[in-house]
């Protein structure tokens, strides 16, 4: 990777101009058998279109906060990035009541109702597929993300040195996020082309670290695996050996 990367959104360019081919993000949510793989050329677009929607269609500026009410999950994942890419601060598990907009799942709709600002909804369903009927008061991201470009340039610079992400009571700029990141990355053991299985939620740094950040500092991927607990003991194996897993964290 670019050692002069100093945010995410640096990290997601410099590993879609070494290889866009390759696999970024595996996902596998055992409570209802679904499987996505996104490229990182597929992912990076996921995240050009919502990083236009949040700076066009939502008016996001650098510096606002959004309060990201979603689980460990392939399309949180394109919405942390997209935060990054256009300087919003990504609130994981933050306060709506606090933030300037929210992003919530369906099981956190009436919390996410606290936030005054513009309040985004996702179904989490498979394929990204919308809500059967968008709930009140929600912009439907499945609805308004796929007329979004595919290509995304911020307004305004994206300061590395300031607030990128809120988890767990902790606060990085995009570099400290990054630095970290890599430190992680080294701790376990990762290296480009590692695939790493993590079964950690995203409510904690090492949840993020483990899920997205980590892997994608170091070159590698990740196989994201919600409701992992669900999965039989013998068929974790089969997945490490079907996926190629190098490294677990669990």
Sequence with gaps: MNASDRTPADLLRSALAADPARPLV?????ATGERVELSVATFANWVAKTSNLLQDGLS???GDRL??????HWQTAVWLLA?????????????????????????TLDTARACSGERIALALRPLGGRFPQAPRGFVDYAVEVPGQGDRFAPYAPVDADAPALAVAGAEFTGAQLVARARADADELGLAPGSRLLSGR???????L??????PLAS???VVLCRNLDRLPAQDLGKRVESERVTDTAV
């Design 83 to 107: 935060c990054s890419s256009v300087g919003v601060v990504a609130d994981v598990g933050g306060d709506p009541a606090a933030a300037d907009l929210v992003v919530s799942g369906p099981d």
């Design 201 to 207: 939620g995203y409510a904690t740094w090492e949840g």
């Design 67 to 72: 309060a990201l009410l979603l689980p460990a």
């Design 219 to 221: 070159g590698g991927s």
């Design 209 to 214: 670290s483990a899920g997205l950040y980590a």
């Design 26 to 30: 595996t996902f596998y949510d055992d």
């Design 60 to 62: 996001a500026e650098p």
